[in-house]
């Protein structure tokens, strides 16, 4: 498993995870749920994946950040869940057991918590196959109290940020494609209108930056 190297700029560590809520069919077992780059890159060893989504929530790029897609100087814009009871939010529920419990958490507390400013918060989780056997999962969750946050902005202005910035796991504009990518193969019911005005109003100014070839080099 990756382990991260902290950044000479680590944010203080956030206070410790809350206690993870258990899967009540094997009580050493955890259910973790990623809606960002979680969905594309656990790096984590786990036993089992779902795709679904939670209800209550919608994934904002109102989350900045100075190690993985963005630096001190410019910092990226990466995703967090805002509190929304009309919302619904898919991606994917990873599920950890036995010694995978303790080495996920340590290894996501370094990536998310630490480097990332996200606290840890449950979620319940609605399986694509089965949504009437809903799942307790652990989200990371940046909220507006932690130092990272950059809160609303209109789409266009974070499409900008996200073509301008790269960071130790490579650019922006990646972390936005991979996320789009994977809401294409959830298919025509799991919508989300924000990240698709970002993707929108970075497709109409990417050839202003630059020319098609050297568009597909940033990523
Ligand atoms: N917590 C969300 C977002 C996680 C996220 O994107 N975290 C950033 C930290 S700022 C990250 O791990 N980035 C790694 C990358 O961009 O490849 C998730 O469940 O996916």
């Known amino acids: 498993m990756k382990q991260e190297s902290a950044a000479h700029n680590t944010p203080p560590s956030s206070p410790p995870p809350l206690q993870p809520p258990q899967d009540d069919s094997d009580p050493q077992a955890l259910w973790i749920f990623g809606y960002g780059s979680l969905v594309w890159r656990p790096d984590f060893a786990y036993s089992d994946s779902r795709v679904g989504f939670v209800r209550g929530y919608s994934r904002r790029f109102w989350q900045g950040d100075t190690f993985h897609r963005g630096s001190d ?28 419990v303790s080495e996920a958490l340590k290894y996501l507390n370094v990536r998310e918590a630490v480097l990332g400013g996200y606290d840890t918060k449950e979620v319940t989780f609605y399986p694509q196959e089965d949504p009437d056997q809903p799942l307790k999962a652990l989200a990371y969750v940046a909220t507006p109290q932690n130092p990272g946050y950059l ?26 494609l991979r996320l789009a990518d994977f809401m294409q193969l959830c298919g025509p019911q799991a919508q989300d209108e924000h990240l698709a005005a970002i993707v929108d109003a970075v497709g109409t100014m990417l050839p202003c930056f630059c020319p098609t070839e050297q568009a597909l080099a940033l990523v």
Request: glycine share 12%; aromatic share 8%.
């Open 73 to 100: 100087k410019m910092p990226g814009r990466v995703v967090t869940l805002l509190e929304d009871h009309e919302g619904c939010t898919w991606g994917v529920a990873y599920q950890v057991q036995g010694e995978q």
């Open 151 to 176: 809160g609303p902005a209109p789409e266009e202005a974070i499409a900008t940020q996200i073509l301008a910035c790269r960071g130790f796991s490579g650019h922006n504009l990646e972390y936005l």
